[in-house]
């Protein structure tokens, strides 16, 4: 598959992910009253199950097996995640931000990051 259409199918499957991620993320701070950082997080991990099994089916069509995919999408993950929670806090936390536009502009920097990575390594025959 072509760069840019691979690309795109990674923003389809990332919108599916993002809209599990953000559901939850409101959810968990407007509903359970949870504060905005660790909500964020639940949200990221809820969305990169939904990413990992869509990706690797759609975005990159890899026939890795899933011990070695999965292993290595858990460590681009988590990256991204680390990279959430350093966005949020300065965002949120340290600037004030309001949560839901700090976790679009973070969400802006991490598809670029995890795309790159996970076709370069996770997911690459």
């Known amino acids: 598959m072509s760069l840019p259409r691979q690309f795109a199918a990674y923003l389809a499957v990332g919108a599916i992910a993002t809209t599990a991620h953000y559901a939850l ?12 950082v660790p909500a964020a997080l639940a949200g990221y991990v809820l969305g990169g199950v939904a990413s990992y099994v869509l990706n690797r089916r759609h975005t990159f069509g890899s026939e890795r097996p899933h011990g070695e995919a ?28 309001p949560y839901f536009p700090a976790q679009v502009a973070t969400t802006g920097i991490v598809v670029f990051l995890t795309f790159a990575a996970n076709r370069a390594w996770t997911f690459r025959a």
Do not use: H, N, Q
Not at 27 to 36: I, P
Not at 73 to 97: E, K, N, Q, W
């Open 25 to 36: 993320l409101i959810a968990l701070v407007e509903a359970a009253g949870w504060r905005a």
């Open 70 to 97: 999965g292993w290595r999408f858990v460590l681009v993950a988590a990256a991204g995640f680390c990279l959430t929670y350093l966005s949020m806090r300065i965002l949120v936390d340290g600037l004030g931000a």
